[in-house]
C-alpha cells in the first residue's frame, strides 16, 4: 500500500471522509454545473466514473441523475471502498490502485476530485483516460493541490503524502500533449490566502 492510500485508509477509519465530502461539496457542484452547461450529456443516457471515490458521495449524486445507466467509483484505499459499498447499493465499486488499474469499459464522463496530483505517472493515467472517453465525452477534474494555491505546498510534510506539485499551466499542458483539446479551466471558491480549487475539464 503506497503512503497516500494508507493515510486515506487511515481517515475513512477516522470518519474523515464524512468532512472530505462536506469540504469538497461547493467544488462538486461547480463541476456538475459546468457539466450540465458545457455539454448535453446529461441530458441522455450516459454512464459516469469516479477516480478516487472515497466513500461513494460523488457516485450517488451521480446517480441521482434519471439518465445515469452506471456510476463506477475506484479507490486505493480498502475502508473508503468498504463505507461505499455499505452506504450504496446502486453504484458500482473497485478497490484498487488507480495508476495499476485497467479500464473495463468506455464513459461518457470521467470525474475525479483531488486525487490527481497523488499520481505519479500522470501522462499515462490522461492518456487512458482519452483512450477510454467516449466520443464527445468529458474529462473533469477538481484540484486543490498546485502551485499557485500556497497553504496546500505543505500538505505532503502535514499530512503524510506524496505530492505532484503543478502550476495551473502545467496542468492544462499536461491535458494538452496527451490528446485533449480545447482544455478549460476556472479557479473556484478564491478567499484571502486560498487560490480555490482548480477546475479542469475537456472534451474528447
Same mark, same amino acid.
Given at each position: ?24 461539496? @461547493?467544488?462538486? +457542484? #461547480? *463541476? ?8 448535453? =450529456? $446529461? ?5 459516469? /466514473? ?73 501522462? @499515462?493515467?490522461? +492518456? #487512458? *483516460? ?8 468529458? =474529462? $473533469? ?5 498546485? /502551485? ?57
Amino acid at each position: 500500500m503506497n503512503i497516500n492510500i494508507k493515510t486515506f485508509n487511515n481517515w475513512a477509519l477516522q470518519n474523515k471522509d464524512e468532512g472530505m465530502e462536506k469540504g469538497h461539496t @461547493s467544488s462538486v +457542484n #461547480k *463541476i456538475f454545473e459546468i457539466i450540465s452547461s458545457e455539454s448535453s =450529456i $446529461i441530458k441522455k443516457s450516459f454512464n459516469f /466514473l469516479d477516480l478516487g471515490c472515497g466513500n461513494g458521495w460523488v457516485v450517488r449524486k451521480a446517480l441521482n441523475n434519471k439518465n445515469c445507466q452506471y456510476a463506477l467509483g475506484i479507490d486505493g484505499a480498502p475502508e473508503m471502498i468498504k463505507k461505499a459499498r455499505k452506504i450504496d447499493k446502486k453504484g458500482d465499486y473497485i478497490n484498487t490502485d488507480i495508476e495499476h488499474w485497467s479500464f473495463n469499459k468506455t464513459y461518457d464522463i470521467i470525474f475525479s476530485m483531488e486525487t490527481f496530483y497523488y499520481f505519479s505517472n500522470l501522462d @499515462s493515467i490522461i +492518456n #487512458k *483516460i482519452y483512450n477510454n472517453l467516449n466520443k464527445n465525452g468529458m =474529462i $473533469i477534474v477538481g484540484i486543490d493541490h498546485y /502551485l499557485e494555491n500556497k497553504p496546500s505546498l505543505s500538505w505532503d510534510k502535514e499530512f503524510n503524502l506524496s505530492l505532484n506539485t503543478l502550476s495551473i499551466q502545467e496542468w492544462v499542458s499536461k491535458f494538452k500533449i496527451n490528446g485533449f483539446k480545447n482544455v478549460q479551466c476556472i479557479v473556484h471558491d478564491k478567499k484571502e490566502d486560498w487560490n480555490g480549487t482548480l477546475i479542469l475539464y475537456a472534451k474528447k
